[in-house]
């Protein structure tokens, strides 16, 4: 059996076009099963944290276009009153931890995620709202804490988005990179992604 075409996401949490992406992308993996292998590496938008941070108008702007672009997923408003998160960091270690759980686990995960920011409006910088996001999707809590609390994971986080920007300097997020070869920025019809793995498929068969 071929290897499957891998399909590497630099995507942040924070970023509604991100959540449009993964929404789209996980079709693309129903469809494709062991063809394509997708994984998920950090970008975050805010590296620093801001304490008392409240959403900007760009941020406002963000959702409302967000919106907009894909009928399967919903975005609520964001309380302005309320303190929005102070960095994309904790988002992101959380993630990893429930990767160590294994591919389902982390799926689930990470898909609460988005879900929690966008629909839900979760601080998801606060460790207990991320606690709770692992109890609610069946992870093992107990793991899922001692893994958060590694010192490592931040190091993991940057280490990726230093990578990504590296090659990517300038691009705005997502970017989604088929095969090594088609690197896709921003929220992009099915149909285009689609053609990228058709493309490398085709390749492949040559």
């Known amino acids: ?24 992308l996980h079709e693309l993996e129903k469809e494709y099963g062991n063809k394509i292998n997708i994984s998920w590496k950090s970008y975050p938008l805010v590296r620093q944290e801001i304490p008392d941070r409240l959403i900007n108008p760009h941020s406002v702007d963000s959702r409302h276009r967000a919106a907009l672009e894909e009928d399967k ?16 960091i904790p988002a ?29 409006g979760f601080n998801i910088s606060e460790s207990d709202v991320l606690i709770s996001i692992a109890k609610n999707t069946g992870l093992d809590v107990e793991r899922f804490c001692s893994d958060l609390s590694r010192k490592s994971l931040e190091k993991e986080v940057l280490a990726e988005y230093e990578e990504g920007r590296a090659e990517y ?20 019809p099915v149909a285009l992604y689609h053609r990228a793995i058709e493309l490398c498929l085709a390749s492949e068969i040559k």
């Open 169 to 188: 300097e300038g691009w705005g997020i997502p970017i989604v990179v088929v095969g090594g070869r088609y690197p896709i920025t921003g929220a992009v």
């Open 73 to 88: 997923i919903s975005f609520s408003p964001w309380n302005p009153d309320k303190p929005y998160p102070s960095s994309s």
């Open 1 to 24: 059996m071929k290897e499957p075409i891998r399909i590497v996401v630099y995507s942040d949490y924070l970023c509604p076009w991100c959540y449009i992406a993964a929404v789209r």
């Open 92 to 120: 992101l270690q959380a993630a990893k931890c429930a990767k160590l759980q294994g591919d389902e686990a982390f799926q689930k995960f990470h898909v609460a995620l988005f879900k929690a920011f966008f629909v839900d």
